[in-house]
């Protein structure tokens, strides 16, 4: 028993989360620390071994997973992820493996998350799905044959940066269009400014001070119509590219992460009818479109967990 | 040794072929027969059993491997092949290793040729590739962990119907806009007559009676401008394609193979061009595009027969 236990961490831009989790994706001990505020990835895997310190004298774990952004399976490195304190390439699977005398996986956020649901939540069983995360960004997972798709540099399941709208947004990227610059929390924000400016539409979100994909949401549910209208517009575009994508790796499902996600209905209603209006039809009425199944709160440290089995 | 060759099998609508191969990916004796002319499945496979008579005499085969349009690898059947005699779904796989005795494995054309690329070919020794066939239509094949991806339901890798031009031309499959449409000996001639009616440019193109894939490479070949054109702009279309489809699967190389694969670099400077310009940065200056390492006239024979390994 004592054996089957290993250690998820979450390193997020603010905070870094960890959790001792058992097979069955019970979270036995957690806890947490900022990212920020250490001068170098050594200081801070120093800081969190000490952090660590009292969980891991009741526990024996048999392995370590992190979910990081910009993470590579690979290489263990986070390689230049912008909302990180640190700069450049870290070697944080090799840094901690060294400091906790335990083996050590990295992946990014949305892989963790789609290994996590393979493991603990509602992939459990399947063999052929993709996790989509629609937070800040618009991250992904493709699972094929049981496997996640790192592809031949790591990198693969960048389903938010596929274009979705030719020549159209400009992305963060440095390119335009991509999916995630409609589908995501800031894309439904940037798409409800856009619209507030090209019309004099009635709206409350007129006279909101700082618009959120959270406010958008609240309007709708009173019945708003440009609220309404604009998760309309982006379960189109998302239920669009998602089409193409089934056409790639045909999943049995698709799974839903993320706080734009929470939208429900409001969202994925639109996302299944233009999903389906445009699959080729060997497709048609075969993928489900289901929310993840993994606590909220819990899930990137569940998901990071799943890396270390 | 004598238990080290296999069969394969290529079901085309006119021809069928077959050869004895072994892991050398050397056809060690071969022969086929017309596809048409039989009024059933099972007397179309009567007929094949006789004709294979004299080499399994001689060989012993361990396995057989076909290749046959709109085939599935899980049912082992064909479903609703538009250009083979027989229509419905057709139990290939069962009907053949019923007749010869061997177990027998079946797939569509373009994933058969992934495995033979990987088996005997250009993808030897590669986890992560995509394999495109450029012919009648565009077909393909997706390899990620060494493995083909065939999907929840065996019909994965239908990037010719990835959505290339959002309300773009009509596709047989009912929908508009499809890759196939544009990136395939059909697509560039429709794009030939669809420029000859808008303008009234000089070209060869314009005297030609029946104007072909073959023909417009020819004009090409001798300088003509809008036969030069046609590959830029099928080119951009196909690597703007592929470009998406590499931020999924992350692969090392595409490989292509089929007949407007032969315009080489009249095609693939502007699929290079194009790809690397719609990239994501991080997967710039990593994809080679290269061209099928398997000989044109047998390759469908090696494809089938490496599904049998």
Redesign the interface.
């Known amino acids: 028993m004592m054996r089957e236990q290993v250690l998820g961490i979450d390193i997020g831009g603010t905070n870094t989360k960890f959790g001792i989790v058992n097979k069955r994706g019970e979270i036995l001990v957690s806890g947490g620390m900022a990212t920020t505020g250490h001068n170098t990835p050594a200081e801070f895997v120093a800081a969190l071994k000490s952090e660590l310190g009292p969980l891991l004298q009741n526990h024996h774990i048999s392995g370590v997973g992190i979910g990081a952004p910009n993470g590579n399976y690979y290489t263990g490195e986070i390689k230049f992820a912008p909302n990180l304190p640190w700069h450049g390439v870290i070697p944080m699977a090799a840094l901690m493996q060294e400091a906790l005398g335990v083996k050590t996986a990295l992946t990014n956020d949305a892989n963790a998350a789609a290994i996590g649901e393979m493991t603990y939540g509602a992939a459990k069983g ?3 799905f993709i996790l989509v995360t629609l937070g800040t960004g618009l991250g992904s997972g ?1 699972v ?2 049981g ?1 996640l ?11 938010g ?3 979705a709208v ?1 020549d159209g947004r400009m992305c963060g ?3 335009k269009g991509c999916l995630e610059t409609y589908a995501s929390a800031t894309g439904i924000v940037r798409s409800a400014k856009e619209w507030l400016l090209a019309s004099d539409n009635k709206s409350v979100l007129r006279h909101q001070q700082e618009i959120t994909s959270e406010s958008i949401h609240a309007a709708a549910m009173e019945g708003d119509n440009m609220a309404l209208d604009l998760f309309a517009y982006t379960g189109k575009i998302l239920g ?1 590219t998602l ?3 089934i ?6 499902a698709i799974i839903f992460f993320g706080g734009l996600a929470n939208a429900g209905e409001l969202l994925f209603s639109h996302v299944q009818r233009h999903m389906e209006e ?1 699959l ?4 048609q009425n ?1 993928v489900s479109l289901i929310m993840s199944a993994l606590p909220g709160s819990d899930a990137a440290i569940l998901g990071a967990s799943a890396l270390a089995w």
Do not use: W
């Not at 056409?247 to 049995?252: F, G, K, L, N, R």
């Open positions: 399947m063999k052929d493709f094929a044959n496997q798709i790192y592809g031949s540099d790591g990198f693969a399941g960048e389903l940066h596929v274009i030719r990227c440095g390119r669009q089409a193409d994508a056409a790639i790796t045909s999943p049995e445009n080729l039809n060997i497709y075969k």
